[in-house]
């Protein structure tokens, strides 16, 4: 079976600490791929990240960072510098052939983050 | 902006009744996904569509329905509303069915159901 935690729940921190959201996956498939997600208050998906679980390397774009490591099947999200416009909520997700080869996410149960001033 | 339209935006209706939901996917997508973001149960995909046919479904409910259109927009529908279908319902497009593809979120449509 293929599944996504997301063990925090609700993360509290003020404007200018760094942040890491954590992410832990199931899946015996070989083949599958992982994202992030943000959800605004405003409700919508925005779309963050995709990583091939070919591609251990981890990412940096801007203030956001993600460290991919297999052997711990982790798919943590760092948040540099946090922002209150940061505030949102966060989804890991996965999608591998293990879903019958169809392309559903597979969605983590999010973490709450609120940057305060 | 996606490109996913969805339709409406709010939606609030009482038990027992039936509504449709709209989904118009990105120029060019053919696979079309929805999904329910409830308290209860988080967000879960509920079925996919490749280019009018049915490929995949998850924890959708008999109560539910979809279909994909020659035009390839979708529409989901909901009957026998119960107060725990009050739900955001999102759909995602892209452009071929396997996991290599990426999906693009619409805005959502907010379903009350009173």
């Known amino acids: 079976a293929q599944k996504v935690t997301q063990a925090q729940t609700e993360i509290s921190v003020v404007e200018k600490e760094d942040v890491t959201l954590d992410c832990v996956y199931e899946t015996r498939d070989t083949t599958y791929y992982l994202f992030w997600y943000k959800q605004p208050p405003s409700g919508e998906l925005v779309f963050l990240i995709r990583r091939n679980s070919f591609d251990e390397q981890n990412e940096i774009s801007g203030r956001y960072s993600w460290n991919f490591q297999k052997s711990t099947s982790s798919f943590n999200f760092t948040i540099t510098a946090s922002q209150v416009v940061d505030s949102a909520v966060y989804f890991c997700?996965?999608?591998?052939w293990g879903s019958g080869g169809y392309n559903k996410l597979i969605f983590g149960a999010g973490t709450r983050l609120a940057v305060h001033p | 902006d996606s490109g996913v339209t969805q339709t409406p935006k709010h939606l609030i209706t009482a038990t027992g009744q039936r509504v449709t939901l709209r989904c118009s996917p990105r120029s060019g997508d053919l696979s079309v996904y929805w999904y329910q973001q409830s308290l209860d149960q988080g967000l879960q995909f509920l079925i996919q569509y490749y280019n009018g046919e049915e490929r995949a479904k998850g924890n959708i409910l008999e109560r539910f329905s979809a279909q994909q259109f020659p035009d390839l927009h979708s529409e989901l529908n909901l009957s026998s509303l119960e107060l725990g279908d009050s739900a955001l319902y999102f759909c995602?497009?892209?452009?071929?069915?396997?996991?290599?593809?990426?999906?693009?979120f619409g805005p959502g449509t907010r379903l009350t159901v009173t």
């Open positions: 995602a497009s892209s452009v071929g069915e396997g996991i290599s593809y990426e999906q693009y």
């Open positions: 997700a996965l999608s591998g």
